[in-house]
């Protein structure tokens, strides 16, 4: 951070504030970004802005890079599973407009000419930058542990299919969620690490045994060495939730994917929206494995930005009432935002910089954008969340261009709230 990439080939626009990245704070920060680049982020001191032109943001802004969602299934109406094509680009554009500037599409369970038509229509979205990718949640997951997913539709990991789905996505599917006891899941892994998907152990009911070995094996299949020869770390969908609670006398999947994370072997997603998990988990795993180690989510559903209703989940319906999304009393993804999650997470007592580096630079870096996202840097993209000192959205700045406001006449009253 300070540095400066002016290339004098283009005009500058700045902007100043608080400024979050990479774990430090920049009391009076300027950013700097010409087309869809960052030219400058820095102290505002140590920019020359004579040939810049100011662009205003409210007195007290805070600045923070462009929140990256690995697990989200949709936004204002638009279900990533089963909603038409402009659905889904309603939900992308309400989910950027709200501060998540880069997501990975995620689709629930479903029949088999169900999911490869999910792939089929997300897949544009991410040849056009949109989205960055897919993140398929099922159908290799535990019947015990299904949550919202209808079990007729699961079924034992099945290389072919995953074959067929990647190939539906036009190289698009970028993670899948599986459940390390089935039979047939060693050779999913090898076979999603081969392809450069990255496993994600979740909705599972195994032991901590099984959980140990299976993130060793995906992480050693995700080494530059592995069959795949690209570096990456195995994810944790949604830590806590559908999975066999941490018991002391059997101390299931957490136990393993805490060690894991804190040895830096794999990231925890968190939904930290006040719903899923209490705030005193949150801030204890913080605690425990580190903030490089998590990835906060929203796990949104279709009813995100929408007041509460009856809203599709695939091709189930689920009722959010206060807020709180269900199917047949069970918890049925979230209807916060990725903004929402990070003011949740900081008000459950987690220091606003780790809070910040667990829904930017963390989940950029799990999807291999390290170097192009999650940060503000000279030369990454322009992606700026303008927020509030109480972290409420001020204005977003996405590749260079200023987003309208996300629309607000229609929104519930925030979950945990």
Not at 166 to 188: H, I, K, N, P, V
């Amino acid at each position: 951070m300070g540095a400066s990439a002016r290339s004098g080939q283009q005009p500058c626009t700045f902007i100043r504030g608080r400024m979050i990245t990479d774990g430090h704070v920049v009391e009076d920060g300027l950013l700097a970004f010409g087309g869809d680049r960052i030219t400058y982020a820095g102290p505002a001191g140590g920019a020359d802005t004579t040939d810049w032109t100011g662009h205003e943001v409210p007195a007290g802004s805070v600045l923070l890079p462009g929140l990256t969602d690995t697990h989200c299934h949709g936004a204002r109406g638009g279900d990533f599973t089963s909603g038409s094509a402009d659905e889904i680009r309603t939900a992308v554009d309400y989910l950027h407009r709200s501060g998540t500037t880069t997501l990975l599409a995620s689709t629930v369970t479903a029949p088999r000419p169900e999911l490869l038509g999910a792939m089929e229509r997300l897949a544009p979205l991410a040849h056009e930058g949109l989205i960055a990718g897919i993140h398929a949640e099922g159908p290799f997951l535990s019947p015990v542990r299904s949550g919202a997913h209808e079990r007729a539709h699961l079924s034992a990991p099945d290389p072919d299919l995953a074959g067929d789905l990647l190939e539906a996505s036009r190289g698009q599917l970028r993670s899948m969620t599986y459940a390390a006891e089935l039979e047939g899941a060693d050779g999913l892994v090898d076979w999603l690490t081969l392809h450069g998907v990255i496993p994600s152990l979740g909705h599972t009911d195994c032991d901590a045994a099984t959980a140990a070995a299976s993130l060793a094996r995906a992480r050693e299949g995700m080494s530059p060495a592995g069959p795949g020869g690209y570096a990456g770390r195995p994810t944790v969908t949604h830590l806590f939730n559908a999975m066999p609670p941490c018991h002391h006398r059997s101390p299931g999947p957490v136990a393993a994917c805490l060690r894991a994370a804190k040895a830096g072997q794999v990231v925890v997603e968190l939904i930290a929206d006040g719903v899923h998990l209490d705030p005193q988990t949150v801030l204890t795993v913080f605690e425990l494995v580190g903030a490089g180690n998590v990835a906060l989510v929203s796990d949104s559903c279709a009813a995100t930005g929408c007041p509460d209703g009856r809203y599709m989940l695939g091709g189930r319906e689920v009722l959010v009432s206060g807020g709180v999304a269900r199917l047949d009393g069970t918890l049925a993804g979230g209807t916060a935002t990725l903004l929402d999650v990070l003011r949740r997470t900081a008000a459950a007592g987690v220091p606003l910089v780790d809070a910040v580096t667990a829904a930017t630079a963390v989940p950029a870096s799990v999807l291999g954008l390290a170097d192009e996202a999650g940060s503000l840097h000279p030369g990454y993209t322009a992606d700026v969340v303008v927020a509030t000192a109480s972290l409420e959205l001020a204005a977003v700045l996405r590749q260079g261009r200023w987003l309208p406001a996300p629309p607000s006449d229609l929104r519930h009253r925030r979950p945990g709230a």
